[in-house]
């Protein structure tokens, strides 16, 4: 069966740093390119970063750009997301997913989502 | 950066219903539109991808259409299933932007 299994979410106080980890099984990890999107409480989704099969293209949106770093480690078919100096507004459910055709066609198979709280 | 703006935010609709819901991006993305469902607590799910192609396993009274910068998702007849929010995401450039969302709920 693919899947995806998120972990690493908490409660973390303004300033801090969490690490977040998807842990991909069920097809070729290292094949496809993989991104974090985000849905703080009662909104809607907003995509964070992408990286491509090879971590040779990596790309933020500007709201974490500088705070959170996306890697992957493809021997152990797991996706990261660094996030350091959160803020309250980094609050959400943050979900991996795997793109289904090279970053042009939407993700196809997604996590069930951790979820981060920055707060004091 | 390229926005997407969904119409309506909200809608009213009874099972059997004919639904459009409506996705218009800031400039042109030719067929690099994408469509989500997504339900209360539960992942999104891929519904559409390249403006109309229908993902695998989803049913065809899904349809999508468009080009450039205006974007249809319709639902030929409203099941009981479909009551979720339905997003449109561009993959033309990053940041690869969702529209703002449309709620299907019940008349």
């Known amino acids: 069966e693919v899947q995806l299994v998120e972990s690493g979410g908490g409660l973390v106080k303004p300033g801090g740093s969490l690490r977040l980890s998807c842990a991909a099984s069920?097809?070729?990890?290292?094949?496809?390119?993989m991104n974090w999107v985000r849905q703080a409480p009662g909104k809607g989704l907003e995509w964070v970063s992408s990286?491509?099969?090879?971590?040779?293209?990596?790309y933020y949106a500007d709201s974490v750009k500088g705070r959170f770093t996306i890697s992957r480690d493809n021997a152990k078919n797991s996706l990261y997301l660094q996030m350091n100096s959160l803020r309250a507004e980094d609050t959400a459910v943050y979900y991996c997913?795997?793109?289904?055709?090279?970053?042009?066609?939407?993700?196809?198979?997604w996590g069930q989502g951790t979820t981060v709280t920055v707060s004091s | 950066d390229i926005q997407l703006t969904q119409s309506p935010s909200f809608l009213s609709a009874s099972v059997g219903d004919r639904v459009t819901i409506t996705c218009r991006a800031s400039q042109g993305i030719s067929s690099y539109l994408a469509w989500y469902q997504q339900k209360p607590g539960k992942a999104p799910k891929l519904l559409i991808y390249?403006?109309?192609t229908l993902q695998s396993g989803v049913p065809s009274r899904f349809s999508g259409s468009g080009s450039g910068t205006e974007f249809t998702l319709t639902i030929s007849s409203l099941q009981p299933e479909d009551f979720a929010t339905y997003y449109c995401?561009?993959?033309?450039?990053?940041?690869?932007?969702f529209g703002q969302g449309t709620k299907v709920e019940i008349k």
């Open positions: 995401q561009q993959l033309n450039s990053y940041p690869g932007a």
């Open positions: 069920g097809f070729t990890f290292s094949s496809y390119s």
């Open positions: 990286i491509s099969s090879s971590s040779s293209y990596i």
């Open positions: 390249a403006a109309s």
């Open positions: 997913a795997r793109d289904l055709i090279a970053a042009v066609a939407g993700m196809d198979v």
